[in-house]
């Protein structure tokens, strides 16, 4: 799915594929999170990103698009 349709089935989203976002709750933009598709057809998340732990290991979560910054 492309970022068209994706803005047509919840026009607020602001990120696109390949995007690399921050937690508004990461001030000190430690953690850099990439978006690797969306969410579409659920109400609490927008976005599924990918992101390195503190432990050196890549984990992935969902997340709405209010939370996350650039």
Same mark, same amino acid.
Request: charged letters at 30%; zero cysteines; hydrophobic letters at 35%.
């Given at each position: 799915? $492309? ?5 047509? #089935? ?6 696109? #594929?390949? $995007?690399?976002?921050?937690?508004? &709750? ?8 990439? #978006? ?17 732990? &503190?432990? &050196?290991? #890549? $984990? ?11």
């Amino acid at each position: 799915m $492309d970022n068209f349709e994706a803005k047509a #089935i919840k026009p607020y989203m602001r990120f696109i #594929i390949g $995007d690399v976002v921050y937690l508004k &709750s990461d001030m000190k933009r430690k953690t850099p999170m990439t #978006i690797t598709r969306y969410v579409l057809f659920e109400d609490e998340t927008d976005y599924t990103l990918q992101f390195t732990t &503190s432990q &050196s290991t #890549i $984990d992935s979560g969902n997340f709405a698009d209010e939370t996350l910054t650039k």
